[in-house]
């Protein structure tokens, strides 16, 4: 239960950061935050 609670997380997480590329963070940094995703799924 707790574990999928993260997952979403960070998931709406990860697409924020998306949306701040070439704003506020780099694609680089956007990407680690997608693979430590893929990771924990």
Request: aromatic share 8%; charged share 30%; proline share 0%.
């Amino acid at each position: 239960m707790h574990t999928m609670m993260l997952i979403a997380g960070l998931t709406d997480y990860a697409k924020r950061r998306q949306g701040e590329v070439g704003v506020r963070i780099t694609q680089r940094t956007a990407d680690k935050y997608e693979r430590l995703l893929r990771y924990l799924k």
